[in-house]
């Protein structure tokens, strides 16, 4: 069952290490490819929002949210892009290169030599706002064979607004309540072995489940 992590010098140790490959991929992505992206940890940057399951690795999912792009429907040339530049930046860290699955970017595990040795690892989705606010993923839906691959956008269900609720949940100062259902949301779909709903989409539905619930905070 997922828990989150507390160790939070171990936390500070690895959204700084993962955070400067971030910057980097987002560099060499502009610079290389002339794609303009921003990135966040699932939540947009939300604390206390990572969790492991028992004693197994750590994954710190990340959007890498573009901005500014010639061409959304390219999905394939974006997706190769994105490829490219993550590894030029794990490479830059003497990371190996990243695995392409089917809605994210996966880096290998890796440890730190002192300290807690729990292995980490990160996992990239990249995601768009549409003109009404809604996300949309990248899916890399694999046939088997490279040339019939299909690349698309998919959107998150009730994405909508899913940025203001949560600013208004945390101003509200209920943020906890949130934790809570983000927690029980992943170790439901764990229970049911159900591996179609990565972190992103825990995140908002729980956000939707409390702002939705409003009327009866305390």
């Known amino acids: 069952m997922y828990t989150y992590v507390e160790d939070k010098e171990f936390l500070r140790r690895i959204r700084n290490l993962c955070g400067e490959i971030m910057q980097d991929l987002c560099h060499y992505l502009k610079e290389d490819y002339d794609i303009g992206s921003i990135f966040y940890l699932v939540g947009s940057g939300a604390r206390n929002l990572i969790v492991q399951n028992a004693t197994l690795p750590i994954d710190l999912d990340y959007n890498l949210e573009l901005v500014r792009c010639e061409d959304y429907e390219a999905c394939s040339s974006i997706k190769e892009c994105v490829r490219k530049s993550f590894n030029k930046a794990l490479h830059a860290h003497g990371w190996g290169d990243c695995n392409d699955s089917t809605s994210a970017l996966t880096t290998e595990w890796r440890y730190f030599t002192k300290g807690n040795p729990t292995e980490f690892s990160m996992d990239v989705c990249i995601v768009c706002q549409d003109t009404r606010g809604h996300f949309h993923r990248m899916i890399h839906k694999k046939t088997g064979f490279t040339y019939y691959d299909q690349y698309y ?66």
């Not at 949301?185 to 072995?193: D, E, G, P, V």
């Not at 591996?195 to 409003?214: G, L, M, Q």
């Open 153 to 218: 956008w998919n959107e998150a269900p009730h994405s909508e607004r899913i940025q203001e609720k949560a600013t208004y949940i945390k101003e509200k100062g209920k943020w906890q309540l949130v934790r809570s259902q983000y927690l029980d949301i992943k170790n439901r779909y764990l229970r049911q072995n159900d591996h179609d709903h990565p972190s992103f989409i825990c995140y908002i539905e729980a956000v939707n489940n409390v702002y939705n619930a409003r009327k009866n905070w305390r």
